[in-house]
């Protein structure tokens, strides 16, 4: 047992974060083509609203507190198309925006940027979505009740 060096395994190149974050992308390409076909033109645009306001975000965040600028790693892109891709066509564009920049900005950012935010930045949006506005629109799809 004193013998055994646990390392990484030599075949699998180091890859960088945008690399990785491009695969998922691709990878959601097939859901995010969906999406838009099956509900149309509403859900293109809460899509490029989460999308672009998180990439927004994560760049001002970065330069008001004078970090290096990561807006080039993609990750907020998967960020805002997760989060784009678990709200309902109902939700409304302010809604979108609330929860890209909550997403990147609190649970991303604020705790230190990739790898160190304590949950997954894109479902916290959500969840913090269907909490503060539950009553307000149906962000989870279904109509309010009355």
Do not use: H
């Amino acid at each position: 047992m004193e013998n055994l060096n646990p390392s990484n395994s030599s075949c699998i190149a180091p890859r960088k974060t945008r690399n990785v974050m491009l695969d998922i992308l691709i990878a959601l390409a097939p859901a995010t083509v969906a999406a838009i076909v099956l509900f149309g033109l509403k859900a293109a645009v809460i899509i490029a609203v989460c999308v672009g306001s998180a990439l927004l975000s994560e760049f001002v965040f970065n330069i008001l507190a004078k970090k290096e600028q990561t807006v080039g790693d993609l990750t907020a892109v998967v960020t805002g198309l997760l989060l784009a891709l678990n709200l309902s066509t109902n939700v409304t564009i302010w809604q979108c925006l609330v929860g890209s920049v909550f997403a990147i900005v609190i649970v991303k950012c604020a705790f230190g940027g990739l790898g160190k935010n304590f949950v997954n930045p894109a479902i916290a949006a959500k969840v913090m979505l269907l909490i503060a506005f539950a009553g307000i629109s149906p962000i989870a799809g279904e109509a309010p009740s009355t």
